[in-house]
T-cell receptor, first 114, second 115 residues
Framework: DTEVTQTPKHLVMGMTNKKSLKCEQH?????MYWYKQKAKKPPELMFV???????INESVPSRFSPECPNSSLLNLHLHALQPEDSALYLC?????????????FGNGTRLTVT | AQKITQTQPGMFVQEKEAVTLDCTYD???????LFWYKQPSSGEMIFLIY??????QNATEGRYSLNFQKARKSANLVISASQLGDSAMYFC????????????FGTGTRLQVFP
């Protein structure tokens, strides 16, 4: 069982909807990440939070809005998405952002935008 | 320029045989870390093994070992005694010291293990 929990597992939303993806970890990790993965492609980094502060935004469109309410939780708020945003969204955490600290991933949320 | 290159889109191996998945990387940093992840069809990314640039010995974790050749900038994953459950996508990834927040992935290799 993964120690990073993502909900929901699947999400279908219309282009005018507002929804949120949730991610939770209880490993005491201080860095959390959002990745987007299209089919047959590697994960692409979207956002990094380090000690609950946003440290990286990879020029992600503003229709994606991350939030880190505390060190265990990471949300991704979605609004006015496009069909091309359909993908697997992976959350990950690591002890810190440096060195050999591996990322631990959740099972992902499969998002379909209609 | 590609930071991480995995030149094998797909590999086949017979059960119980060993297989090597190739990974080359590009960095001007002296300090960096290399990771391998497995992604089954279920979607979860599973951490397999880590090699630091200053580690003198090749990393090993059970049936996984990393053939690290620093001068060639290669970090190949060796899976010994393949099992049917090893069938998955395998990604090589790198984190550079100057930008420690970013873990960059290669394009992946799909491994299929047949009986």
């Amino acid at each position: 069982d993964t120690e990073v929990t993502q909900t929901p597992k699947h999400l279908v939303m219309g282009m005018t909807n507002k929804k949120s993806l949730k991610c939770e970890q209880h490993m005491g990790h201080r860095a959390m990440y959002w990745y987007k993965q299209k089919a047959k492609k590697p994960p692409e980094l979207m956002f990094v939070y380090s000690y609950e502060k946003l440290s990286i935004n990879e020029s992600v469109p503003s229709r994606f809005s991350p939030e880190c309410p505390n060190s265990s939780l990471l949300n991704l708020h979605l609004h006015a998405l496009q069909p091309e945003d359909s993908a697997l969204y992976l959350c990950a955490s690591s002890q810190t952002t440096g060195g050999g600290s591996p990322l631990h991933f959740g099972n992902g949320t499969r998002l379909t935008v209609t | 320029a590609q930071k991480i290159t995995q030149t094998q889109p797909g590999m086949f191996v017979q059960e119980k045989e060993a297989v090597t998945l190739d990974c080359t990387y590009d960095t001007s940093d002296q300090s960096y870390g290399l990771f391998w992840y497995k992604q089954p069809s279920s979607g979860e990314m599973i951490f397999l093994i880590y090699q630091g640039s200053y580690d003198e010995q090749n990393a090993t974790e059970g049936r996984y070992s990393l053939n690290f050749q620093k001068a060639r900038k290669s970090a190949n994953l060796v899976i010994s005694a393949s099992q049917l459950g090893d069938s998955a996508m395998y990604f090589c990834a790198m984190r550079e010291a100057y930008n420690t927040d970013k873990l960059i992935f290669g394009t992946g290799t799909r491994l299929q293990v047949f009986p």
